[in-house]
C-alpha cells in the first residue's frame, strides 16, 4: 500500500531555532501534500496544502512566513518552523493521496512531534 | 464537507466485535464516508471508505445504511492493539483534504 514517510520523528531544541521536516512518498507521486497540526488532547487540524512547483495554500490563521512549506518534487515537501517558540510546539503530520481528484484515501506519515524549550 | 457526529468514548471486551457507530445526517450524494484511527502519538491509519454499499477488508468492515445518514465500523475481534482513536469522515471524491472530527476514542479491555 501507500506509504508517505516523515523525518525527523521527534525533535527537542532552543527557542528561536529554525526546525526542517520531510515528508516523502514513497511509493507514489504526490501533486498535493498536507500538513497538520495536533495539539494534547485535541484533533488534527489542517495547517497548509502544499502543491508540488507552486505556493501552498495555508488555512485562516496559520502565519505563512512562521511556517515555510516546500515541495520541490512530487515525492517530498518540507516544512519549515521558522523561529520556534514554545507556543509551536505540538505534533505534525504530513499526509498525502495516490490520486488527485478521485475516492483513493489520504495516507499519513507517522508524525513528528516537536518540543520547544 | 458534511459533519459527523460520533461518540466520546467506547469500550470493548478483547475479542469480541467492536461496532463503532457514525452519524452524518447530511451528507451529499458524491460525499464518501472514511474511517481512519489513530494511534498515541502515530499518525492516522487508513481502515475502509465507502459510498453505498457495504464494505469489507482484512482490518475491518463498514455498514452504510441505506439513506445514508449513518454508518457503521466494525472491528470483528477487538485485540489490545485496536485501542486507539477512531475517526469517521465524509469527503467528496474531488474534495482535495480530509477534515477530522473528535473521533471515538476505543478502549479495549483484556
Known amino acids: 500500500g501507500a506509504v508517505v514517510s516523515q523525518h525527523p520523528s521527534r525533535v527537542i531544541c532552543k527557542s528561536g531555532t529554525s526546525v526542517k521536516i520531510e515528508c516523502r512518498s514513497l511509493d507514489f507521486q504526490a501533486t498535493t501534500m498536507f500538513w497538520y497540526r495536533q495539539f494534547p488532547k485535541k484533533s488534527l487540524m489542517l495547517m497548509a496544502t502544499s502543491n508540488e512547483g507552486s505556493k501552498a495554500t495555508y488555512e485562516q490563521g496559520v502565519e505563512k512566513d512562521k511556517f515555510l512549506i516546500n515541495h520541490a518534487s512530487l515525492t517530498l515537501s518540507t516544512l519549515t518552523v521558522t523561529s520556534a517558540h514554545p507556543e509551536d510546539s505540538s505534533f505534525y503530520i504530513c499526509?498525502?493521496?495516490?490520486?488527485?481528484?478521485?475516492?483513493?484515501?489520504?495516507?499519513f506519515g507517522d508524525g513528528t512531534r516537536l518540543s520547544i524549550l | 464537507d458534511a459533519k459527523t457526529t460520533q461518540p466520546p468514548s467506547m469500550d470493548c471486551a478483547e475479542g469480541r466485535a467492536a461496532n463503532l457507530p457514525c452519524n452524518h445526517s447530511t451528507i451529499s450524494g458524491n460525499e464518501y464516508v472514511y474511517w481512519y484511527r489513530q494511534i498515541h502519538s502515530q499518525g492516522p491509519q487508513y481502515i475502509i471508505h465507502g459510498l453505498k454499499n457495504n464494505e469489507t477488508n482484512e482490518m475491518a468492515s463498514l455498514i452504510i445504511t441505506e439513506d445514508r445518514k449513518s454508518s457503521t465500523l466494525i472491528l470483528p475481534h477487538a485485540t489490545l492493539r485496536d485501542t486507539a482513536v477512531y475517526y469517521c469522515i465524509v469527503r467528496a471524491g474531488s474534495a482535495r483534504q480530509l477534515t477530522f472530527g473528535s473521533g471515538t476514542q476505543l478502549t479495549v479491555l483484556p
Open positions: 499526509s498525502a493521496r495516490v490520486a488527485e481528484n478521485s475516492n483513493q484515501p489520504q495516507h
